[in-house]
């Protein structure tokens, strides 16, 4: 039993130290660019190229995120409420506050269980409307934008979240085209150990009020592409766009 035991514990150790030195081997350094006029000169080219101002016009959005799951998606920009549907919760938030209502299986929650569902659904809506319109936030608060050369001599825009979001400190390097429209980033994030991994954005799509939002990222982790993909997308300048008999945040305000 010892010998069984330490020949477990052996072969434990080498793919432990295996799974490091893959880490190791398949991680890019992240690059180190130059802050300054030019680095902001290229993400306002950016934002131009996904017509930022008609993204600010935008009142009210919907979409599902499909990745490790379906989550539904209806954002009130103009108050900052957002509506997080997945499996049986539905969960109300008011961004400001991060004060919400929460209803599993069409039943209302209380106490911590409706506490949970709201941070939840928060943390869904801080990831997922990220990957929505990554691009828009080159100017938020706490970013750190770097002008970084390539080497085959073009030049790209990285972008450090210096603070805000799930994870702050996670910076992407945005590979863009000639017009400055993004086609593809490379990620170095806290919730993946490797650096660098690549991501394509494709599948352009105009919304109602001009703003350009991609609707596929293929992921390539480690030779295994993940596909993360934006459906039943719709935005317009405000809900009566949507055709709602009654204001579906009205649950906020009694």
Avoid at 1 to 14: H, S
Wanted: hydrophobic fraction near 45%; charged fraction near 25%; proline fraction near 4%.
């Amino acid at each position: 039993m010892k010998k069984a035991l330490k020949i477990i514990g052996i072969l434990a150790t080498v793919i432990i130290v295996g799974l490091f030195v893959l880490r190791f081997a398949l991680s890019e350094p992240m690059p180190k660019g130059e802050q300054g006029a030019a680095a902001d000169a290229l993400a306002q080219k950016m934002l131009t190229a996904i017509n930022k101002p008609a993204w600010d016009s935008t009142g009210v959005v919907q979409w599902t995120f499909k990745g490790r799951g379906d989550h539904h998606f209806l954002w009130d920009r103009t108050r900052n409420w957002v509506q997080v549907k997945w499996d049986e919760n539905e969960v109300y938030v008011v961004l400001d506050s991060l004060q919400g209502t929460a209803f599993q299986n069409g039943k209302p929650l209380e106490g911590k269980a409706a506490d949970d569902l709201v941070e939840q659904a928060w943390e869904f809506f801080a990831n997922d409307s990220f990957w929505l319109n990554a691009p828009a936030k080159a100017f938020d608060k706490g970013t750190e934008r770097r002008l970084v050369k390539l080497e085959n001599g073009d030049k790209a825009l990285l972008i450090t979240y210096a603070s805000g979001g799930v994870t702050p400190g996670d910076s992407y390097l945005w590979i863009l085209d000639k017009n400055g429209l993004p086609t593809s980033w490379k990620m170095w994030v806290k919730i993946i150990p490797i650096g660098g991994v690549p991501t394509i954005w494709k599948d352009w799509t105009t919304l109602e009020t001009g703003a350009k939002i991609a609707q596929n990222h293929t992921i390539d982790l480690e030779g295994k592409e993940m596909e993360v993909a934006i459906t039943n997308l719709k935005g317009a300048k405000d809900l009566t766009s949507f055709g709602f008999e009654k204001d579906p945040f009205l649950i906020l305000n009694e």
